[in-house]
């Protein structure tokens, strides 16, 4: 992968997918020269994305695949997932607010908060029977 | 991920190593409240090692926080790379858990 190109790879509806998604990220990571801390915001908004996705995506028990395409252009990383789950739009569910109270601390809608402040912009789209999510995010180099 | 357990009295010290993520935050959960249930009044996690943190790994720590706090007791943070920590600052959970720079500045918390 150069500054110019992409790469595109498929994952099942496991948690257990998370280490490829993983192990992806880190070979872009070093073919961009993505910073660590940049690497590590990439890789945390689209693991809560993907656990979103395989948590409320699908209403059977059958095996789906999330495919993921990541391209680059100078200094703008675009990821793209596309799944064939139920519509669902977690960029629609209002960010949690940030609660500095323990006891008034909610889990719910945490990780899509993370998202929302991790990328510069994530949209949703419903194409045909598709679910189709588009993060974007300026590259910071190490 | 790997898990180092210590134990001093009431005080028990979590050393967490690689990613704690939906596949190994409920392995954490069950030590947490196993300690928990053997005693320990005072936690410290130390994030020294730990390269990777999602909302599943806050969701247990949150969890945690509030059944010491119930049992009056404490839990400290500690050594957590910037980028960990900014997680814990963008979840808002650091205007109540209470993270220090170094695992010998939470010994000295409690």
Same mark, same amino acid.
């Given at each position: 992968?150069?500054?110019?190109?992409?790469?595109?790879?498929?994952?099942?509806?496991?948690?257990?997918?998370?280490?490829?998604?993983?192990?992806?990220?880190?070979?872009?990571?070093?073919?961009?020269?993505?910073?660590?801390?940049?690497?590590?915001?990439?890789?945390? /908004?689209?693991?809560?994305?993907?656990?979103?996705?395989?948590?409320?995506?699908?209403?059977?028990?059958?095996?789906?695949?999330?495919?993921?395409?990541?391209?680059?252009?100078?200094?703008?990383?675009?990821?793209?997932?596309?799944?064939?789950?139920?519509?669902?739009?977690?960029?629609?569910?209002?960010?949690?607010?940030?609660?500095?109270?323990?006891?008034?601390?909610?889990?719910?809608?945490?990780?899509?908060?993370?998202?929302?402040?991790?990328?510069?912009?994530? /949209?949703?789209?419903?194409?045909?029977?598709?679910?189709?999510?588009?993060?974007?995010?300026?590259?910071?180099?190490? | 991920?790997?898990?180092?357990?210590?134990?001093?009295?009431?005080?028990?010290?979590?050393?967490?190593?690689?990613?704690?993520?939906?596949?190994?935050?409920?392995?954490?959960?069950?030590?947490?409240?196993?300690?928990?249930?053997?005693? /320990?009044?005072?936690?410290?996690?130390?994030?020294?090692?730990?390269?990777?943190?999602?909302?599943?790994?806050?969701?247990?720590?949150?969890?945690?926080?509030? /059944?010491?706090?119930?049992?009056?007791?404490?839990?400290?943070?500690?050594?957590?790379?910037?980028?960990?920590?900014?997680?814990?600052?963008?979840?808002?959970?650091?205007?109540?858990?209470?993270?220090?720079?170094?695992?010998?500045?939470?010994?000295?918390?409690?």
């Amino acid at each position: 992968m150069t500054d110019k190109t992409s790469l595109a790879f498929e994952l099942k509806n496991s948690l257990a997918e998370l280490s490829t998604l993983c192990e992806k990220l880190e070979g872009v990571g070093e073919a961009l020269g993505l910073s660590r801390r940049c690497l590590f915001e990439v890789n945390l /908004a689209l693991d809560e994305l993907f656990t979103n996705i395989i948590s409320y995506g699908f209403d059977d028990q059958s095996e789906h695949i999330i495919r993921v395409c990541i391209s680059s252009d100078d200094n703008l990383l675009t990821v793209v997932l596309e799944d064939d789950g139920i519509p669902f739009n977690p960029v629609e569910r209002r960010s949690r607010k940030v609660s500095g109270e323990l006891e008034q601390c909610k889990v719910g809608g945490l990780g899509i908060h993370l998202v929302k402040n991790l990328v510069d912009d994530v /949209a949703y789209h419903r194409c045909g029977e598709k679910n189709v999510l588009t993060l974007k995010k300026v590259i910071e180099k190490s | 991920m790997e898990i180092i357990e210590e134990k001093q009295g009431y005080l028990s010290t979590f050393k967490l190593q690689g990613r704690l993520d939906s596949n190994t935050s409920q392995a954490f959960e069950k030590r947490l409240f196993d300690a928990m249930s053997d005693g /320990a009044k005072n936690v410290i996690i130390d994030f020294k090692d730990l390269d990777y943190i999602s909302s599943a790994g806050l969701r247990v720590i949150l969890k945690a926080t509030k /059944a010491l706090k119930r049992e009056d007791g404490k839990i400290l943070l500690c050594a957590m790379q910037d980028y960990v920590k900014e997680v814990f600052e963008i979840a808002g959970f650091d205007s109540f858990l209470p993270i220090v720079p170094t695992l010998d500045d939470a010994r000295k918390g409690f």
